[in-house]
């Protein structure tokens, strides 16, 4: 695209696609344009107030969906552990949660190491549903 004149409509589309995807070669991919086009115009424009703006919305849109995923995660977690649901192994929602945590933290500028992380889980219907057997304390009544 060199020496073509780059539309304002165009770079708005470059600056939301970026701000969605975080990366260089997928808006590239997404928008039919070199890599070093893409990556000029999101640094000649990623100071600007209208596209700080921009990204800040596109991040707060992305946190809140993934606090909808960690929720329903949960809740579904929940609903696996105390009720016997076994539609989707626990793992692969583990799994989902998380990858959601994680997304979540680093689109609100968090760590994503060493989060401390509590819930009440009934350990005794968690060891249940991942078919081990609960292990009786026995007596010393000699």
Do not use: C
Not at 33 to 38: A, H, L, R, W
Not at 70 to 91: T, Y
């Amino acid at each position: 695209m060199r020496g073509k004149k780059i539309s304002e409509e165009e770079v708005y589309k470059v600056m939301a696609s970026y701000f969605v995807t975080g990366n260089y070669s997928e808006t590239a991919r997404d928008l039919g344009m070199p890599i070093s086009t893409v990556t000029s115009i999101v640094e000649r424009n990623k100071d600007k107030d209208e596209f700080v703006k921009l990204r800040d919305e596109k991040r707060e849109t992305f946190i809140q969906q993934t606090d909808e995923v960690i929720e329903l995660a949960v809740n579904r977690m929940k609903g696996m552990l105390l009720n016997d649901e076994e539609h989707i192994p626990i793992n692969h929602l583990a799994i989902v949660f998380g990858t959601a945590f994680d997304k979540r933290a680093l689109a609100k500028g968090e760590t994503t190491q060493n989060v401390n992380f509590a819930t009440n889980f009934d350990l005794d219907k968690l060891m249940s549903v991942a078919g081990y057997k609960k292990i009786e304390e026995e007596s010393n009544d000699e």
